[in-house]
């Protein structure tokens, strides 16, 4: 890390200079029920949404400056999560200078909390002598020794798990266990739209991050239980009990994982976020490790045995799935001039392999290729049918394949509404309808559900109603009718005009 700040941060200067020129007023309450202020001129402002920033810019300086006294160690920097990568003996001296430096801006290093990790020793009932050495030294001068992982151990980095097979297994298995607990708490939600909003939320940062760093062949299992705990978690409260196994389950998990311009629920599948996510981080890591100054780093990169490490391999796999799925090189791009080259625009360019495992010169000029964005390669291998089947459009049954097609170019009429009591009642509890531009409604499943007033409400029966037609099932929460509409008449919905209710 280097001791002076990137560029970028002096655009902040004069928001912090407006709330930090003078001691901020902190408002204390005594036991006594009078009020004090207290003049705070030390550290952010509590609140303040800079806080996290300014916290990181400080710690920045600090730790820059006491790393360039080591430069065989590399620091990595998570907001107060501090990780050191180097040999042994060197990364502990600077973990003591560290310790020291931070105590001036009243910081400090907890040993307790921290671990060592060394990957060599990690199949080894006892730490090697270095370790063993230091651990002596800590116990004469009467401080706390930074614990060893031990055997079959590892390290968090980052939040990303680094150690065995098994160290790395436990980790994504807890993963997996938060995501049962997050989805278990959310079952007791009585709208179906939140709870389906709230559902997908349970994915995205809990699992997505970790998928950017570990190898797919280590993830894509467990992204496919998780996957599987989604679709059972939505079957369960939307109708209070799964579907029926067959072509009409298969259409409906296919449409329910579907983007919605495509007609689906749009719930995206981590199986298929797995290999997208690996190579775009990785691809990022590499471009930005390969022109750190960290020399022993760029050893490791430039070495034959780095290249043909099962990292690197996955991360070539990666990149030639995307490559089958219909991403080019640059090589491969039409030529502009020639006609018919429309999709040169929408085509997703990978950058040159050379460039990113043999990065160029760190002091040179930035590398011109743009690394894609990890949701556009994630929707290219969604629309291969080759590697996606169980998520693609072309899967869905006749039936399916014609139901998703009207949803995706349907325009929807609305009936006039009744006149007397009973449309004024409908206008006063469904004012939502007086929003809809000329009586005709264009949609894709969900884009309709929010309306400028505020979301529509779905309660459980109306939900289930709107996902049974949506995905073409039918709805177990309500009797059949002989018109065929699966309406509940228990709903508290005025029935008296069925044709209408049913438009």
């Known amino acids: 890390i280097p001791p002076s700040l990137p560029r970028i941060y002096c655009a902040h200067l004069p928001s912090v200079r407006a709330h930090y020129s003078g001691p901020a007023r902190l408002a204390m309450i005594e036991t006594d029920g009078g009020l004090r202020t207290v003049l705070c001129t030390t550290g952010v402002q509590q609140g303040d949404v800079q806080g996290t920033l300014l916290f990181s810019i400080a710690l920045h300086s600090v730790v820059g400056t006491v790393m360039a006294d080591f430069p065989d160690v590399m620091a990595s920097l998570y907001a107060d999560n501090i990780s050191l990568t180097g040999s042994t003996d060197s990364?502990?001296?600077?973990?003591?200078?560290?310790?020291?430096?931070?105590l001036e801006i009243s910081l400090s290093l907890n040993p307790a909390d921290s671990s060592l990790y060394i990957?060599?020793?990690?199949?080894?009932?006892?730490?090697?002598?270095?370790?063993?050495?230091?651990?002596?030294?800590?116990?004469r001068a009467g401080e706390t020794a930074v614990p060893w992982v031990g055997q079959g151990g590892g390290v968090k980095v980052l939040g990303f798990p680094i150690g065995p097979a098994d160290y790395v297994n436990q980790f994504l298995q807890r993963k997996k266990a938060a995501i049962a607990h997050e989805l278990a708490c959310v079952s007791h939600l009585d709208d179906g739209l939140v709870h389906f909003h709230v559902m997908r939320l349970c994915t995205n940062h809990t699992l997505r991050y970790t998928l950017r760093c570990l190898l797919p062949e280590s993830t894509q299992a467990i992204a496919r239980e998780v996957d599987g705990m989604i679709w059972?978690?939505?079957?369960?409260?939307?109708?209070?009990?799964?579907?029926?196994?067959?072509?009409?389950?298969?259409?409906?998990?296919?449409?329910?994982?579907?983007?919605?311009?495509?007609?689906?629920?749009?719930?995206d599948p981590l199986e298929s976020v797995a290999p997208a996510a690996f190579y775009q981080a990785t691809s990022v890591a590499l471009r930005v490790l390969g022109r750190s100054a960290f020399l022993p780093l760029q050893n490791i990169l430039a070495s034959s045995a780095f290249r043909a490490s099962p990292f690197m391999k996955a991360y070539v796999a990666a990149r030639n799935l995307l490559l089958d799925c219909g991403a080019v090189e640059r090589d491969d791009l039409p030529d502009p001039a020639q006609p018919n080259n429309?999709?040169?625009?929408?085509?997703?360019?990978?950058?040159?392999?050379?460039?990113?495992?043999h990065p160029p010169d760190p002091l040179g000029p930035e590398p011109t290729s743009i690394i894609p964005d990890q949701?556009?390669?994630?929707?290219?291998?969604?629309?291969?049918?080759?590697?996606?089947?169980?998520?693609?459009?072309?899967?869905?049954?006749?039936?399916?394949?014609?139901r998703v097609k009207h949803l995706r170019t349907a325009t929807v009429p609305l009936a006039p509404l009744p006149s007397g009591?009973?449309?004024?009642?409908?206008?006063?509890?469904?004012?939502?309808?007086?929003?809809?531009?000329?009586?005709?409604?264009?949609?894709?499943?969900?884009?309709f559900l929010s309306l400028p007033t505020g979301p529509i409400a779905f309660p459980t029966l109306a939900w289930a109603a709107f996902a049974s037609l949506t995905l073409g099932v039918p709805n177990p929460r309500a009797p059949a009718y002989a018109c065929g509409c699966h309406l509940d008449r228990s709903s508290g919905i005025n029935h008296t005009s069925h044709d209408h209710t049913c438009q």
């Open 91 to 102: 990364i502990l001296r600077a973990a003591k200078a560290l310790e020291q430096a931070l």
């Open 119 to 139: 990957p060599t020793f990690h199949a080894a009932p006892a730490p090697p002598q270095v370790y063993t050495d230091y651990a002596d030294r800590c116990e």
């Open 232 to 267: 059972e978690a939505f079957q369960q409260h939307t109708w209070g009990e799964g579907i029926v196994a067959g072509q009409a389950h298969d259409d409906a998990l296919i449409q329910f994982r579907l983007p919605s311009p495509q007609g689906g629920f749009g719930v």
């Open 342 to 357: 429309d999709d040169r625009a929408r085509t997703i360019i990978l950058p040159p392999l050379d460039e990113i495992i």
């Open 375 to 402: 949701h556009d390669l994630t929707l290219l291998i969604r629309a291969s049918a080759q590697h996606s089947p169980r998520y693609h459009a072309s899967t869905l049954s006749h039936d399916g394949e014609e």
């Open 421 to 447: 009591p009973q449309g004024a009642s409908l206008w006063a509890n469904y004012p939502e309808l007086a929003l809809i531009p000329s009586g005709v409604v264009n949609h894709t499943p969900l884009s």
